[in-house]
């Protein structure tokens, strides 16, 4: 885990927050890689959760919402952890998290075993709306981006004239106070979601539980995490919220342990029914055939795009020795990301830099696929060094113009460039006129 925090912020995927003023615990900034790796992963999920289906349509819910919402959720009521405080040390612990010596919990800070009681500790963040700062203007950052999903139901519902089973996807940042923020992003504080709320008839529910959850799986494994990285958690009923009938948690195995990528839960008809007690306005669907007004019930897939972020950085890291040109040994750092989800898709290249030709070419080339996908165009150090450049950010294809491509060695390969792949480091040509199509093939 060190390895791969150090190289995401070596390389500019993540950076903590606020940096030079000592950071911010569990908030994170995304750098120039990092930012298109989360941009990567959230158009996949939007065209395979919402623009591939004609049963799925987007909302962007505001983050800030009437008080109510949270009332009628049960949030205010009942959204926190067990926290407890260490007497020695002072500092503030999740209760459920802490290590046992002989059988009794014990502070992981300072080793205390003198603790207070746990007690329950809300993880909304509060805050003011206009200004006054008093109870009537109290709300809450949102913690989850499924509520304005369900508030917004009816009107969702009206528009997009949608027959069960429909969905409604959002994709959004999320705020909780964490007792303890850790594992670098995994658990943060500001976070993001991407979460679908699939509406069905009561009947409907176990079947849709089961079905999401296949679908959850195949999208995993096409971002790149392979079966074997990926564990399902059955939640056995007991442990399951009172309103659910189901949920399954898809893990994933991180370096720091297995651990929850997203979960998938059957939440029954408990939501929209708490949202139509608490604000009086039906929250129902008529149902044509048999005339009928319920209360659709609900699956929920519910993703972190964070904890996925950081899941495709793990799976990808590799070290491999390989031998250099002049026959030396020496260790190569490569992010194998599937092409759909690298931050970069292809590097551009001029053998060197000292021919005009040559730069003119490579730049024209550069020029041909850059409004298509992220491009990066290098010119500096010796070949061999940008390629290792571009591995290590998982780059999958490096395309080099050379003497052959401006026809100095003759007409039989002018207008190529060679093309190579990052993960065998194996090299073809490749017609420039054929580049889009290649790249847009890997990428589909
Ligand atoms: N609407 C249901 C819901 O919010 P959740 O299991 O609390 O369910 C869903 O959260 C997903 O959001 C998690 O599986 C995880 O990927 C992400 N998530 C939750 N808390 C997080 C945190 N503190 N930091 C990063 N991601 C988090």
Redo the contacts with the bound molecule.
Sequence with gaps: MEKIVSLCKRRGFVFQTSEIYGGLN?CWDYGPLGVELKRNLKDFWWRRMVRERDDVVGLDGSILMNRQVWQASGHEATFSDPMVDCRNCKSRLRADQLPLKNDKPQCPVCGSQDLTEPRAFNLMFKTYVGATEDDSSLTYLR?????SIFVQFRNVLEVSRKKLPFGIAQIGK?F?N?IN?RNF?????E???M?LEYFCRPEQGPELLEYWLGERLAFYRNIGLSDDLLHVHKIPPEECAHYSKGTY??EFRFPFGVQ????V?YRTDYDLKQHQEFSGKPLTYFDEETKQHFIPHVV?P???????ALALICAAYDEETVTDEKGKAETRTVLRFHPRMAPVKCGVFPLVKNNERLVARAREVFGLIRSRMQVFYDESGAIGRRYRRQDEIGTPFCVTVDFDTIGENGPANQDTVTIRYRDSMKQDRLAIKDIPAFLAQQLE
């Design positions: 569990g913690p989850e981006t499924a509520q999320a909780r964490e923020p992003t995994f658990r943060s504080r976070f993001e979601q979460e948690d898809i929850e990528l997203e979960g839960a929920e519910s993703a972190g795009v964070d904890r996925t």
